[in-house]
């Protein structure tokens, strides 16, 4: 076989031929290509982008379209989600893509929806306890103030049949309770 300094490309320094100067820049490519001297304005090689690459790029994102706004809209409408995936598959789009379309469209409705605050919670909390409190006490009361009043009508020098209200008063006493 040959030497190896014979198989080594004419860029590689100690090379016979080569010729390079430290300053020039050497062609990977073919030896007929020229060769041009490096400067700083000219980025280096790796650095260079082909010209076809942004082409397809743009070319990329215009195929691609963002179906989420008319999946939220579908969903808003009432429609299921078995007919938004149907249209998702009809109008190209793969399983994994429909699968984060509906993830991104069930984000922005449940983004959307208000959610109650504490204090809101708690002022419903204390207007049902009020209420409470209110009717166990109207229960209560009235049940004791006929309990009361039959007993004294009973009490005199006959004597009598008196009425003892406690159903009133139970449901009251439940009332008052529950409220605490």
């Known amino acids: 076989m040959g030497d190896r300094r014979d198989s080594a490309p004419p860029w590689v320094s100690g090379s016979e031929g080569s010729g390079l100067d430290a300053d020039v820049a050497p062609s990977p490519l073919t030896t007929d290509e020229p060769v041009l001297p490096r400067s700083a304005e000219a980025p280096p090689r790796s650095a ?30 009432g429609e299921s989600e078995t007919v938004v995936v149907q249209w998702l598959s009809k109008k190209g789009l793969s399983d994994k893509q429909i699968g984060a379309t ?3 469209a069930r984000a ?8 109650p605050t504490v204090s809101e919670d708690a002022a419903e909390t204390n207007a049902q306890r009020d209420k409470d409190r209110l009717h166990g006490g109207l229960w209560f009361g009235g049940g004791l103030a006929v309990t009361v009043v039959s ?18 008063m139970l449901y009251g006493g439940y009332r008052l309770l529950k409220s605490l």
Do not use: C, F
């Open 102 to 104: 509906l993830r991104r």
């Open 108 to 115: 922005r409705i449940e983004s959307a929806r208000p959610t």
């Open 48 to 77: 260079e982008v082909p010209p076809h690459e942004p082409a397809k790029r743009k070319a990329s994102k215009k195929k691609r379209k963002n179906y989420t706004s008319e999946v939220v809209r579908s969903l808003l409408d």
């Open 151 to 168: 007993l004294m009508a009973a009490d005199g020098p006959q004597g009598g049949q008196y009425v003892l209200a406690w159903g009133p």
